[in-house]
């Protein structure tokens, strides 16, 4: 049976990861910081005397600086139990206490079409990024480098670039055999009544992908270059590929940018932004990324526009 990413993510959220793998490690009591969602224990995958396995309640993680070994609630039963996927997702279900859906043709049907959704954000990001990194993208990558940020980090956060063009990224997709229905349902192209050809969304911009929890590019903001651009932050609209719901409009892209010296020491400041949120769900995911609310007022909503 086929489940459904909203669903997989539901049951993952509402139990902690702590509490599949703490049924069977005992929790190191030094390092361990229960209030925060920090756990640390002797590996389960190997022999191991001192703690070195760590267990993040915020981010649903765990990972072994001994043996390497990482992964999610279903990927710890599958690996250490030997239970089959749809048995650690049972599991995982019940301890959530929400029942296992039934099969439903429709739904898997969604499913594989928001699958494909995701596929073209992919090339859309992978586009972007070549298009920082080439001769178009000079100006924004001395702009990004005057902010602070080192390859490393644009690299690390996929930062992109939307040329200054009506249609280089539709052109692009076209080219890689996207269909023109799943360009508009991804709110890559302004399209609709009155509008003749459709055309690029995000131009002359400085692009930021949005990750769902399953680091699948679900979004886009966009920072304008241009100093009279009509919307100095432009959001990708809501589309199938985004969690309808939970994340309708993800946020408003980062204002003043900001670099610390080291993503380690400061991975939740180490961009400055702007950040509207519409649900505690995705304040949870807030936190695992790189950027924070700064300055003393509230941040406003932040709309999707069809100009850019």
């Not at 940020?149 to 009506?166: D, K, Q, V, W």
């Not at 911009?205 to 920072?223: Q, T, Y």
Request: proline share 5%.
């Amino acid at each position: 049976m086929r489940f459904s990413n909203s669903f997989l993510d539901e049951i993952r959220d509402r139990v902690p990861i702590s509490a599949v793998v703490g049924r069977r490690v005992t929790w190191d009591r030094k390092k361990t910081n229960v209030s925060r969602g920090d756990y640390w224990a002797c590996c389960p995958f190997h022999g191991e005397k001192s703690p070195s396995f760590h267990c993040e309640d915020r981010k649903g993680r765990y990972h072994c600086f001994g043996c390497g070994v990482s992964g999610d609630h279903f990927r710890f039963l599958t690996d250490l139990e030997g239970q089959s996927f749809p048995e650690a997702v049972q599991t995982v279900a019940d301890m959530a206490g929400i029942a296992m859906p039934q099969p439903d043709p429709q739904a898997e049907k969604r499913e594989k079409e928001r699958t494909t959704l995701l596929d073209v954000m992919e090339l859309a990001t992978q586009f972007f990024q070549d298009q920082l990194q080439s001769a178009v993208g000079a100006k924004a990558r001395a702009y990004l480098r005057d902010r602070g940020l080192t390859g490393r980090t644009i690299e690390t956060f996929r930062l992109g670039y939307a040329p200054e063009s009506r249609n280089a990224l539709k052109e692009h997709l076209a080219a890689k055999g996207v269909p023109k229905d799943q360009i508009e349902a991804c709110g890559l192209v302004v399209h609709g009544e009155g509008i003749a050809v459709s055309y690029d969304r995000f131009r002359d911009r400085i692009m930021f992908p949005i990750l769902s929890s399953r680091e699948k590019v679900i979004a886009f903001g966009g920072r304008a270059m241009a100093a009279d651009a009509p919307a100095k932050y432009l959001n990708s609209n809501e589309t199938g590929s985004s969690t309808r719901g939970r994340c309708s409009t993800i946020f408003r892209v980062p204002g003043g940018l900001r670099v610390s010296a080291s993503r380690d020491r400061a991975r939740a400041r180490s961009l400055r932004s702007k950040v509207t949120w519409t649900s505690s769900r995705c304040i949870r995911r807030a936190s695992r990324m790189p950027w924070h609310h700064s300055g003393p007022r509230s941040p406003k909503t932040s709309s999707s526009c069809s100009g850019g």
